[in-house]
């Protein structure tokens, strides 16, 4: 006993589409949209509120890095971060925001620590 119900759930799906483009599927309202497309601004709210959540649920860093001075403690911080992303310690979103510190930090000790042009300029004059 199979019944056929593609045609009407198409006709109550949403005509939205989401931010990748495809259609939004979603179970529509009245006017042909769902409730996320129908109230964009209701979605920005809860999406707000679902980010204020999670941080509420610590997933930051427990223990943030203390001594970032040497490229060896960036390296150690990397592959904690890593561990701490796959065990679901860290949010992915805190993730992004430390790794591209640790880059820019990995960055600023190779300037401190290894410029040859200058001290080779420094010293020939
Ligand atoms: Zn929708």
Redesign the pocket.
């Known amino acids: 006993m199979r019944r056929r119900q593609t045609t009407s759930k198409q006709s109550t799906r949403?005509?939205?589409?989401?931010k990748s483009g495809k259609p939004?599927?979603?179970a529509?309202t009245e006017g042909g949209?769902?409730?996320?497309?129908?109230n964009p601004n209701k979605a920005a709210e809860l999406g707000r509120m679902g980010g204020q959540k999670n941080r509420h649920h610590g997933l930051g860093f427990a223990d943030p890095p203390q001594d970032l001075n040497t490229a060896k403690a960036v390296k150690e911080e990397c592959a904690r971060l890593i561990e701490n992303v796959c065990t679901g310690t860290v949010s992915p979103r805190i993730a992004a925001c430390v790794g591209a510190l640790l880059n820019l930090q990995m960055r600023v000790i190779h300037d401190r620590s290894g410029s040859p042009s200058r001290k080779i300029r420094t010293s020939t004059q």
């Open positions: 949403c005509q939205g589409r989401t939004c599927g979603a529509a949209l769902c409730f996320f497309h129908a």
